[in-house]
Structure formats: C-alpha cells, structure tokens
C-alpha cells in the first residue's frame, strides 16, 4: 500500500491543499487504485514557505499546487499517463 500524505497547515491550505486533496481523491478513484493507495492529511510539515508540502510513502515533496498535482501522481504513483512524463 503506498501512502500520500497532504500538508493541511494554514501556509499549504492557503496555496491549495484542499483543492489538491480533491484531485488525488479524483484520480484514485479512477485509477481505481483504492485498495493501492491511502490518502492521509496532516499538519504542519515545518516547510511553509515550500509548500503545499506532500510525502508518498515517507519521502517529502515541496511545490505541488492544484495546477501540477495530476502530473505530480502520475509521476510518483502511475496511471494511465505515466509513461508520457
């Protein structure tokens, strides 16, 4: 099972975490990849000016906004694109 953990902190909410959270539930679902992945939020990850902040399977990433969080899960997770980036 891989675990994505999305930054929920005021600094990442402001720069779109919930919005972000959102796609990757979307995409999940239709890479029907939910007994695969498990989407999880936290707090505050010390890197507010880098966010919004999300670690898969441990390893933190800084940057991800609403507008690369598709390409950002299909680079670290896979799907149906995967092979284009």
């Given at each position: 099972m891989r675990t994505i953990t999305v930054c929920i902190?005021?600094?990442c909410?402001?720069?779109g975490s919930r919005q972000?959270?959102?796609i990757l539930e979307r995409l999940i679902a239709e890479e029907?990849?939910?007994?695969?992945?498990?989407?999880?939020?936290?707090?505050?990850?010390?890197?507010?000016?880098e966010g919004v902040v999300i670690s898969?399977?441990?390893r933190v990433f800084t940057g991800v906004s609403p507008e690369n969080a598709e390409k950002f899960f299909r680079r670290m997770i896979?799907?149906?694109d995967n092979e284009n980036d």
């Open positions: 902190g005021s600094g909410h402001v720069k972000i959270i959102d029907r990849l939910d007994a695969d992945v498990q989407l999880e939020a936290c707090f505050c990850r010390n890197q507010c000016t898969v399977d441990g896979g799907g149906k």
